[in-house]
């Protein structure tokens, strides 16, 4: 299997005050086509630093990220939004959805954005509305929805533009347990019938335990198979 | 791809603006309200000022008037022009003249065995006096001076209110004339009071009278068709200085013609140099006080709306701190920079043009309330009003509309309000997505 993402030598050092705050060190890491993969680690170990990077919404301060051949951490502004735009899903901790627009719109927004007619983007998202449960909830604003069922709109916004890959940070972070083990069920049977590469950022053991894969990360750094999160 | 972004971004700006009404309305109220305020003001500002040009002809004697040159400034009575009837006919026929009427004016002293009042007598043709003012609308007494009146118990003269009251007479009474004669020489003329008028402006009542030409022309020793001035009344939908210009053409013409046979480009053998002014130039206080209104009424109106605008900004700068996480998730999504300003640029453009056909619909309404109904200022006030010198007592404020300033204002305002949107709307793109959704946190 190719690797869809490379991670080459990936330093981010961020300036606070009169401090250097080195959230990644040097780390390397590939991530092939299809995989479902959770980037585990305790707070402030640089998940969702590294997740941003991959996502396109910062730039590291030195060394690489590339999607297939395109080096995506040379990108600034509206290049970098277009590629988002065209290539990556996002699902965040909390506060997914645009609060002026109902759960159809928010889920047609991507595609809207890419100029899709409202008939093509009506039949993909309506299906997948359905699949999460929500057909009957399509015209309700965010605030008339519950944690989950918005994080299930996300998801749906995510998967409808066909993206390359979905990053998600936190995803069950706010949700309760029951909640968080739905929608990890619907991520993953998602990421099997259409192949899309899931990658998320948790410290959540539940979703750790549904990944087919880990990265564990201590203090900006992959840390070894034998080291713990703790 | 261009306009379905356009279409979702339009429908993201409407619903934003509905979110937090209370603040929506409030800016709204703010900026219809300035721009409504401002489009009453300027067509009442537009009325008076229209109103206190019809009166300043109407108290200069003509929107355009034609003297011997230096008359305006000296007033001499030897000052005459020569005014001919086949003059008269062609400038009546001139393009713009609605009338003309001749007149000679007497500064002298009005006496009785009792008593003397200075006075300004005019002597008129009353029927050509009416397309500018008609004096015997203002008579409560009496009878106004016509054409061939007069005899040995002396010329009709009409007296202002106040002048009969200083004189101590009344109606059939018989008053003696005191002026400079165009020969130089001091003459003394009897005149019969026929008519009682008031103008309502006290000082006026004080000093006015009329009488007919030939008791004018008796008074000062004028001969045939000679007066002191031509008041012509003018198709005001035109400028005063286009009036001027066929005046001056037709005079030329005459004189320059034929016509200059049957009198008029001379004066007991003398050429005669005709000075021709707008009622603007006999009036400069006016124009001035005119202009000077309306820079102050332009300087209120920007000052009033950068307040708004300010407003306005500090406004836009919350919505964008308050909405620091929604800017960062359209940034994930793939919305560019421009795109978000574009957006917040967007909710301004709606936000005005709903303020301003609000505005508009206000400004409108009072305007055509005060068109209808007018503003009596004697009553309003309950005083004797003056601007400029010129009594504006009974004068009824109303409103004017003037499409090009109108549209001035409304692009002003408009333009302002999106200027004050431009500083939250960069603000709003310097924000990297990262930071912006992790603001909160």
Known sequence: ?230 | MFKSTVLVMFLMAWRNLWRNRVRTLILISAIGGSYGLSLFSMGMGDDMHGSLADKAGEIAGGHVLVHAKGFHADRESSQIIDAPPALLQLLRATPGVVEVAPRVLIAGLLTTSESSAPIMLQGVDTDREKALFDPTSKLTQGVMPKTGDGGQLGHPIVLGKGVMAELSVKLGDRVVLTSNRADGEVGRALFLVTGVIATGSRDLDRAIAYTNLAGARSALGLKGSQVHELGIVADMTLASETIKTAVLATLNAWDSGPGAQKGGKTVAGKTVTREVLTWQQAMPEIVGFIEIDDAFNYVFLIVLFIIVAFAIANSFLMVVMERVREFGLLSALGVTGPRIAGLLILETAVLTLVSLTAGFLLGFTAHLALQHWGLDVAELYGVEMGVGGIDMGDMVLRSELRPVKWLTATVGAGTLVMLSALYPAWKATRMAPSEAMRFYE
């Open chain 1, 1 to 230: 299997m190719s690797a869809l993402i490379r991670v080459q030598d990936v330093h981010r050092t961020y300036r606070q005050g009169e401090i250097d705050v080195h959230a990644l060190r040097g780390v390397t890491v590939d991530l092939d086509k299809g995989e479902f993969t959770a980037l585990a680690g305790p707070s402030g170990s640089g998940k969702t630093t590294l997740l941003n990077l991959i996502g396109c919404l910062d730039r590291p301060t030195q060394g690489r990220v590339l999607i297939e051949e395109d080096v995506i951490s040379e990108m600034t502004g509206t290049d970098a939004a277009n590629y988002r735009l065209q290539h990556i899903g996002f699902v965040f901790q909390a506060y997914n959805l645009i609060p002026v627009l109902t759960a159809r719109e928010n889920a047609e927004f991507i595609l809207q954005l890419r100029g899709v007619p409202p008939e093509v983007r009506k039949a993909t998202v309506m299906p997948l509305l359905e699949r999460v449960g929500l057909l009957d909830m399509s015209e309700r604003r965010p605030h008339e929805l519950s944690g989950g069922q918005q994080q299930r709109v996300a998801v749906v916004r995510a998967l409808a533009a066909k993206p390359r890959l979905v990053l998600a940070d936190e995803p069950t972070a706010n949700l309760d347990g029951e909640t968080s083990e739905a929608l990890l069920d619907l991520m993953l049977e998602l990421n099997k019938e259409l192949g899309v590469t899931f990658l998320f950022s948790t410290h959540d053991s539940q979703v750790i335990e549904r990944c087919r894969r880990v990265i564990r990360l201590r203090s900006g750094q992959l840390a070894q198979p034998d080291e713990g999160d703790a």
